[in-house]
């Protein structure tokens, strides 16, 4: 299957999400431009997560697809045509189920499609992930606070691994909340009933497979994966121009970048992305506001 039907049976995708009747879509565009870096990269994902309200609980349909695009600014050793795009299409699925008025776990389980689609596909392109949490609710100076820890498993730092879950969400006033831990944490605030501001440390990572074994080099160096993690801080100013649309952008710096060349869990090559401003823009729709 070739790169381009699978964007437009992605495309497809996007609008059955779309037309749901309980449903959150998010489109976001990014680039991070670095001329001093080896590389840069500019990414474009769509999400969507379906609800269903069950007799007890909550299930939750997650689906996502995204382009990574890489533009090198070095000569290297070794081509780089197989490199410049990587694809992830992903669906997983959520169960919170309520345990008493103050205590909830959450179940998921999902699975990634994750290549640079130059072949055909195989079963190299799936990467799974998992998610096992509990969550306390309680009140903490007469204002919702939320207490969450578990574990999951996940490629968020760029390798597929056991990552802990540790949160504590609070909102401290009517305009001001944050949460603090792994992988989430912010400080939100308010400005007025259709607009607010948020301050977000961003992690975020990718293990996608290489259709075909790439050479390092004249030897028997070879790589047969890409990984790529990121830590940043960033800025986020959000609109709700309506009942259901939300726009928003984001300025960024990142902290920590790290890509690596891969084969059989041993890392063949790395290269330099230097700490970067980022841009993104986007766009949210979501029925359920009110």
């Known amino acids: 299957m070739s790169k381009y039907l699978i964007l437009i049976c992605l495309i497809f995708c996007g609008h059955y999400i779309y037309a ?29 997560n379906i609800p269903f309200q069950l007799n007890k609980g909550k299930l939750i349909n997650v689906l996502g697809i995204a382009q990574y695009k890489f533009t090198y600014n070095e000569n290297f050793v070794f081509a780089t045509e197989e490199i410049e795009s990587f694809y992830k299409i992903k669906y997983g699925w959520l169960y919170a189920y309520p345990i008493s008025k103050s205590w909830n776990v959450t179940v998921g389980a999902g699975l990634d499609l994750a290549s640079n689609f130059e072949d055909k596909l195989s079963s190299e392109d799936l990467f799974y992930n ?20 578990g574990i999951m498993y996940s490629g968020i730092l760029g390798k597929q691994q056991l990552l802990p879950i540790v949160s504590y969400k609070q909102k401290i006033n009517e305009r001001i909340a944050f949460g603090l831990g792994f992988p989430e944490t912010y400080l939100k605030y308010d400005i007025t009933t259709q607009s607010e501001l948020k301050a977000n440390l961003d992690i975020d990572g990718l293990t996608a497979n290489l259709s075909n074994t790439i050479p390092l080099d004249l030897n028997t160096n070879t790589v047969t994966n890409a990984r790529i993690s990121t830590v940043g801080l960033s800025l986020t100013y959000a609109h709700k121009f309506d009942k259901y649309w939300t726009v928003y952008g984001t300025l960024g710096h990142s902290l920590y970048n790290q890509y690596e060349l891969v084969d059989d869990d041993e890392v063949k090559y790395e290269l330099d992305i230097a700490p970067q401003l980022y841009f993104s823009t986007g766009i949210r729709f979501n029925i359920n506001n009110k």
């Open 20 to 48: 749901q009747e309980y449903n959150l879509i998010d489109f976001e565009y990014q680039i991070a431009p670095n001329a001093n870096s080896d590389v840069e990269i500019g990414t474009i994902a769509i999400d969507g």
């Open 130 to 149: 998992g998610t096992l949490k509990f969550s306390k609710k309680f009140n903490a100076s007469t204002k919702d606070a939320r207490l969450s820890f």
